[in-house]
């Protein structure tokens, strides 16, 4: 069985169209995001600039394989905001990814059926705006190799269109490489075959 080596995430940020009811505004945002560090900073800069409003409910889900989340009603009826965000992020089968539904309260309590109802929408039409693509799950490795051999570790790297990470040309070379997870059992094969590197697995 070939594994699956893709996932999909969004591009950029993205803000969604206004939704209203009842005289509350909620907006939605969404945010492609790796770590919980710039998260906290895209909620951070989104309160301040929506000082005024009162809630900022979010959901977020990071990782490919081994996969996190958190959903945070900020303060409206428990399970009315966050998760009905969340839900719209599965739905759409997405990752590394942040939603923050802002609200303005309008004066009249929407109750919860209300809430779950805006705040599901908010998060659609955060993702409805932003651009979702299809990324590969790649795998790292550290080649070690002498200079003289760089010819056949630059020919493999083009024919099987390798990503160079990153790499250090001395008498001795390091070059970090990321290969698509389908891959990795070929092309490490392939290295072994030029008898010329020494492997170092760093994912």
């Given at each position: 069985?070939?594994?699956?080596?893709?996932?999909?995430?969004?591009?950029?940020?993205?803000?969604?169209?206004?939704?209203?009811?009842?005289?509350?505004?909620?907006?939605?945002?969404?945010?492609?995001?790796?770590?919980?560090?710039?998260?906290?900073?895209?909620?951070?800069?989104?309160?301040?600039?929506?000082?005024?409003?009162?809630?900022?409910?979010?959901?977020?889900?990071?990782?490919?394989?081994?996969?996190?989340?958190?959903?945070?009603?900020?303060?409206?009826?428990?399970?009315s905001a966050g998760n009905p965000i969340y839900g719209q992020i599965l739905s759409h089968d997405?990752?590394?990814?942040?939603?923050?539904?802002?609200?303005?309260?309008?004066?009249?309590?929407?109750?919860?059926?209300?809430?779950?109802?805006?705040?599901?929408?908010?998060?659609?039409?955060?993702?409805?705006?932003?651009?979702?693509?299809?990324?590969?799950?790649?795998?790292?490795?550290?080649?070690?190799?002498?200079?003289?051999?760089?010819?056949?570790?630059?020919?493999?790297?083009?024919?099987?269109?390798?990503?160079?990470?990153?790499?250090?040309?001395?008498?001795?070379?390091?070059?970090?490489?990321?290969?698509?997870?389908?891959?990795?059992?070929?092309?490490?094969?392939?290295?072994?075959?030029?008898?010329?590197?020494?492997?170092?697995?760093?994912n």
């Amino acid at each position: 069985m070939i594994p699956v080596d893709t996932y999909k995430t969004i591009k950029g940020s993205a803000q969604g169209e206004i939704f209203k009811d009842r005289g509350s505004k909620f907006i939605g945002y969404a945010f492609p995001a790796t770590t919980e560090d710039q998260i906290k900073q895209y909620i951070l800069s989104l309160k301040e600039s929506h000082h005024k409003a009162r809630h900022w409910s979010y959901a977020w889900r990071l990782g490919t394989e081994d996969i996190t989340f958190r959903v945070n009603d900020d303060g409206e009826p428990i399970n009315s905001a966050g998760n009905p965000i969340y839900g719209q992020i599965l739905s759409h089968d997405l990752t590394n990814i942040l939603i923050v539904v802002v609200r303005y309260f309008g004066g009249t309590k929407l109750g919860v059926g209300g809430l779950i109802n805006a705040y599901r929408t908010s998060a659609g039409l955060a993702i409805e705006a932003s651009k979702i693509i299809k990324k590969t799950i790649d795998v790292n490795f550290e080649l070690q190799f002498d200079y003289a051999d760089m010819n056949k570790i630059m020919r493999l790297i083009k024919e099987n269109d390798l990503n160079i990470v990153r790499q250090e040309m001395n008498m001795n070379c390091i070059m970090e490489l990321a290969v698509r997870k389908k891959d990795v059992e070929n092309i490490l094969r392939k290295i072994k075959e030029l008898r010329c590197a020494k492997i170092k697995m760093i994912n």
